[in-house]
């Protein structure tokens, strides 16, 4: 994927400073060729979307079917996960604005390849930003025909009906053996979704590169610019949120030494650094709980199972600062309202978001397209995407351990001791 974005950054390069992005042959390359072709990629991914995040928040909900069994401790999980999303994607989403890092493109190539893009991707715009306007915005969140809603790419609408199922599912799979097979089978869907998901993204350098020389040939060196600065403002909000968030966390509901966890933390941090996977890092983490935390076994094999799928802190934030510099670069204004709506689905994208490397680019895409911001835009960040993946996910494990650290101390007093080597 990196050799595809570097291969289609130059070649833009190279052919708007050489020809000019109005140039014959530019022009019938990007219609013919590269636009067909990144279009095709990202339709595939918008195809899945819809079954791989009502699957995945069905089932990312449905795994805190123990909250009640936990009693106490299962609802403080709960509640410190939406607490520590919801400050993640602020804090992301004050960075952005603050900042701007995707100011200062100029307009009228902006302009241009929001109309180039329009026609491309209809389907995917065909719901106007204004509709997100409002107090009847806050109504419509609820869907009258999930049908119609899905139909319509009205992803909240269909994240909510799914955190209802969800919620519906837990109450009665205790019961019934027909809500277990109903699980089962949701299982299988967000499992066949996700084996199609990295089948797609096996298209991904092609697509990159595509991508990549149609921004590049029209923005030029602009380009790299904003690029730049787009990946320093995702770094730094998810730096702060691991070193002043985390520590606070742990520090003044934990009571513990932040020093003392993020040492301990060390081996899980850095295996997710290197996996970019949640799920993949999930053994570890559980040693490191027990082992090194010294946090009771049953607490620290719920709060870490469940929030492998349901507490991805650096996923909300990394979805939150995208959609905002994306919207900056092509020079949409979205409203305080449209800002809100995007925080919302963010936090719910980091229930239903697979604990997988690239889990978050079809929720991305998704919300591109609701807020008016031509999915083309999605190439900025392909690119650089692996990296930012790995430091998203060395944050989501953390907050995972962090979770765990305060549940215990509130569930079983203070985690116990581990005995020196």
Known sequence: MLLGFVVGLVAGLVANATAGPDAAWVTGLTTYVTQPFAQLFLRLLFMLVIPLLFAALVIGVSEMGDLRALGAAGWRTLALTLVLSSAAVVLGLVLVNVLRPGDGVDPQLAQRLLTDAAGGAKSVLERSPASLEGP??????????????????????????????????????????????????????????????????RLAPLAVACLMFNLSAVFGWDLLVRLGAYVGVVLLALGLHFVVVYSLAVFALGRMSPLKFFRASQEAILMAFSTASSNATLPTALRVAENQLGLPRHISRFVLTVGATANQNGTALFEGVTVLFLAQFFGIDLSLWQQVVVMVICILGGIGTAGVPAGSLPVVAMILGMVGVPPEGIGLILGVDRLLDMCRTALNVTGDLVVAVVVSRGAAGPPREIAPE
């Not at 419509?140 to 909240?156: F, K």
């Not at 205790?174 to 299982?187: F, H, P, Y």
Request: no cysteine.
């Open 136 to 201: 009847a915005a806050f109504v419509e969140i609820v869907p009258s025909n999930i049908i119609a809603a899905a139909a319509e790419n009205q992803i909240l609408s269909v994240m909510v009906f799914a955190l209802l199922f969800g919620i519906g599912l837990v109450i009665v799979q205790d019961r019934s053996a027909a809500a277990m097979t109903l699980k089962g089978a949701i299982e299988g869907l967000l499992e066949v979704a996700m084996t199609l998901i990295g089948l797609v993204i």
